[in-house]
């Protein structure tokens, strides 16, 4: 069987049989099946079931990360594909199993390249991407170390299964995608008769005024090129029209592109809340649920990607990306410590229309695996070439 079609195999394999969050068994016998037999030290994770495995080069040198997601979502397909998946409420939708199978295929060529390699790959086998902090559970447990030295650079790619054209990749320096917190906001008056409000302390008014302040905070407090979107997605207050409640409660979410800008968002939206609180007498308690950070690319390591694309695969393979996405990412913990390059990966299938094709997370969501080569071939090139340059 060529190697592509044996990653066609593999990645079929893994999406009719999906699994979500941190434990992942079948999949992780899956690739560990798919590695069998490669000269590799292998690990896995304690409290995930993540695969650590590291190639040691013929020479000497320092290490390069390359990093696969392996998990699903819940979501119950609703494609025709022939090998969509047989778990009823678990799929496949954000291309994960492609990322696995590319990295599956990564392993094989460079095991077949080994004297070419100037120092050793650590390939990052991770769970739990999707909202439950793999890539951070796996740093905990040592990922970062796993070759013995700290690597000097750290590699992935995504697949999309809309917008971008089939088989070109995209990435820029800085930040390539936001970091994502969740604010609630729990304004305290006390409760009354709505026909004599001097009587209580209304709580309602007072989380409104909050709420258009925060935007107008927004507009006022950070560069409009390091953008901070916040957006009030539920509120909640009162039961009838002439009760005043003793509470009002709602949740913003809150993206940002750097960490600067983050931080300086959390202290601004909990003083503006707290402040106009208190203007009116009441309490306000603000809680900041903390998601992924920002994930930013090494300007160095992007240009290198974007060059290592254009010479292995050809000019028209690459496109810069313009803008990060709001979306976010537990690549990010990896690139806090290791610099280098997230690239995102066209997967829509032919007959597809770009634009209207269903979008990563979709129950009709489609990857094309023709890419699935090209993603194992460049994850290999960018480990050879980084080593080879160090
Ligand atoms: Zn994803």
């Known amino acids: 069987m060529s190697f592509q079609d044996d990653l066609v195999e593999l990645r079929r394999a893994l999406h009719r049989e999906p699994e979500i ?29 993540s695969v650590t495995a590291v190639l040691r080069g013929a020479r000497p040198g320092p290490a390069v990360l390359l990093r ?78 796993a070759a013995g030295a700290r690597p000097v650079a750290a590699y992935g790619i995504h697949v999309f299964s809309t917008t971008i054209p089939r088989g070109l990749f995209l990435t820029k320096g800085g930040p390539v995608l936001a970091a994502v917190d969740t604010l609630t906001v729990t304004v305290r008056g006390r409760g009354g008769h709505g026909s004599a409000p001097h009587r209580a302390l209304d709580p309602i ?25 916040v957006t009030v997605g539920s509120f909640h207050a009162g039961t009838a029209d002439n009760v005043i409640p003793d509470e009002a409660v709602f949740e ?16 601004g939206l909990v003083r503006l809340a707290r402040g106009i609180g208190e203007a009116h007498g009441l309490s306000v308690d603000c809680a900041f649920g903390n998601g992924y950070p920002v994930t930013v690319n090494d300007d160095a390591e ?40 997230f690239l995102v990966l066209g997967a829509c299938p032919p007959g597809r229309d770009l634009a209207t094709a269903p979008a990563n997370h979709s129950a009709e969501a489609e990857f094309d695996d023709a890419v699935l080569s090209d993603g194992a071939t460049l994850l290999a090139e960018l480990a050879i070439r980084r080593l080879a340059r160090a």
């Open 21 to 49: 969050g941190l434990h992942l068994p079948r999949t992780q016998e899956k690739v560990l099946t798919a590695l069998d037999g490669l000269p590799l030290e292998i690990a896995t994770g304690e409290r995930l079931s």
């Open 68 to 145: 696969a997601d392996m998990d699903a979502l819940p979501v119950h397909e609703k494609t025709d594909v022939p090998y969509r998946s047989r778990l009823d409420g678990r799929m496949h939708a954000c291309g994960h199993d492609l990322h696995t199978a590319m990295l599956v295929g990564a392993a094989r060529l460079l095991a077949g390249r080994r004297e070419e390699l100037a120092g050793d790959v650590v390939l990052m086998f991770q769970p739990g991407e999707e909202g439950q902090e793999g890539a951070r559970l796996m740093i905990e447990e040592g990922v970062l170390d």
């Open 205 to 229: 008014p007072a989380a409104c005024e909050i709420v258009t302040a925060l935007q107008t905070h927004v507009t006022r407090a950070y560069d409009v090129f390091d953008p901070v979107v």
């Open 252 to 267: 913003a979410t809150v993206r940002t592109f750097s960490a600067g800008s983050r931080d300086r968002v959390k202290e």
């Open 302 to 341: 992007a240009e290198f990607a974007a060059q290592t694309v254009r010479e292995v695969l050809g000019e028209d393979r690459y496109f810069p990306l313009p803008t990060p996405a709001t979306g976010s990412e537990d690549f990010s913990y990896v690139l806090e410590q290791v610099p280098g390059a």
